[in-house]
């Protein structure tokens, strides 16, 4: 059980104190303001501080502090100014004042162990290797899973401790919302990109259309999607391109669910300066540091991905691509579906490398029934296990190696004897 330093509002720590007592915290101090906070911490020694957005409560100075000493920090924001305040410094385990007390206790014990504050976006601590900032979900037509992808890939790079944000520029339609439980009557890409044509995406204004996946392991942005296919004129290779760049500048990861097409016919319209329908996929695929093509493990999936794929790397440094195949599994490809999938690739694309995801469909059906990620909704099933060990291995910064420690030298000085 955790050891609670408090500097919240008289009313709402009466609220929570004694369910936290009795779910076996420790209250070690009740403050009042971010110094009093600051002054306790290498006197108490709290593994978590709790205290209000407010600006008497919460400062950069207390984060740094306590990130300097390990120590997690979580607030409790009475208003939307509060919150933007609490972002606006870097504090990413926020909640509502009047959350239920279930709900902060789940966040105190069951929370990232990592610092609060996430320092300048796209600079890790101790990593050689450069992350991908921006990350592209594309597949070809056939529904084969682009969105799961995105969506639990980005709630890895969250759970992992970074500052991420989920886009669905699908300009077909988007399905990122509704897989998490989110409202799309106004589609927040779609406002971010006027503003970007405008130059008018600032910091504040990313978090006025962004909505957050709350999750106590793994927050992230959200920026939804259109709600029909005929708004896709909204999402131009300009405006899209601006946002992505106003997007890499505020957050460590962007991951962007693009459409299925890769068609440029309507360029051979008279109309040179007609908006263009895969004009959002191009400009993402563009931006992308990283991209994963997504296909069906079956015939007809493969097929799919392998022509796909050969239209893909006429945009895409084929260096900058990564093969994910989706749904492997016995009853659509026979004995040994793994070794058939891979054989396929090599012998038609030469595709030596792939990332193989099994086939779980009672893990996706309970993440889409509870509109929640694959971490949340089945942490144990093997498809998120399969999605995070990619993760960790091609998205994330290469870990500092060890410094080596010489020999420790000993030396004793004689003590003259009388």
Do not use: K
Not at 252 to 264: C, I, K, P
Not at 286 to 296: E, I, M, Q
């Amino acid at each position: 059980m955790a050891r609670l330093a408090f500097a919240l509002d008289p009313s709402v720590e009466d609220r929570v104190l004694a369910d936290l007592v009795e779910s076996g915290h420790t209250i070690v101090a009740r403050l009042v303001g971010w110094r009093d906070v600051l002054d306790c911490l290498d006197v108490l020694g709290p593994d978590v501080v709790v205290v209000g957005a407010g600006r008497s409560t919460l400062t950069a100075e207390l984060l740094a502090a306590c990130d300097a000493r390990g120590i997690r920090c979580i607030a409790l924001a009475d208003s939307d100014h509060d919150r933007a305040q609490a972002n606006r410094i870097g504090l990413h385990e926020v909640l509502d004042a009047d959350a239920d007390v279930a709900e902060l206790e789940a966040l105190v014990a069951g929370g990232v162990t990592v610092p609060s504050r996430l320092g300048e976006p796209g600079v890790g601590d101790g990593a050689t290797g450069a992350a991908a900032g921006v990350v592209a979900v594309w597949g070809p037509g056939g529904a084969p899973g682009r969105t799961t992808v995105a969506v639990n890939v980005a709630a890895e790079l969250a759970a992992a401790g970074h500052r991420v944000a989920l886009v669905d520029a699908d300009p077909y339609g988007g399905a990122v919302a509704p897989c998490l439980g989110l409202l799309d009557e106004a589609p927040g890409f779609a406002s971010a990109c006027r503003l970007a044509g405008g130059s008018a995406l600032d910091r504040a204004e990313l978090e006025r259309i962004a909505q957050r996946y709350s999750s106590p392991r793994a927050p992230f942005e959200v920026f939804t999607g259109l709600v029909g296919p005929n708004r896709w004129p909204e999402l131009s290779h300009e405006r899209v391109t601006a946002a992505l760049e106003a997007m890499r500048a505020r957050f460590e990861y962007v991951v962007v669910d693009t459409g299925f097409s890769l068609e440029r016919d309507e360029e051979l319209m008279s109309d040179q300066f007609a908006p263009r329908r895969n004009a959002a996929t191009f400009a993402a695929l563009s931006a992308a540091d990283r991209v994963l093509a997504v296909g069906l493990a079956d015939p007809v999936g493969l097929s799919r991905l392998l022509r796909g794929h050969g239209e893909l790397v006429d945009l895409v440094d084929a260096e900058r691509v990564d093969v994910v195949v989706n749904r492997v599994r016995t009853s659509a490809l026979g004995i040994d579906a793994h070794a058939q999938v891979r054989q396929t690739l090599r012998r038609f694309a030469g595709l030596a490398d792939a990332t193989l995801l099994p086939h779980d469909g009672r893990a996706t059906d309970a993440a889409i029934l509870t509109a929640r990620t694959l971490r949340d909704a089945a942490p144990r099933s093997p498809l998120r296990a399969a999605l995070r060990a990619y993760v960790d291995a091609r998205l994330m910064p290469e870990p500092e190696p060890a410094r080596r420690r010489g020999p420790r030298v000993v030396v004793r000085r004689r003590t003259a004897v009388a």
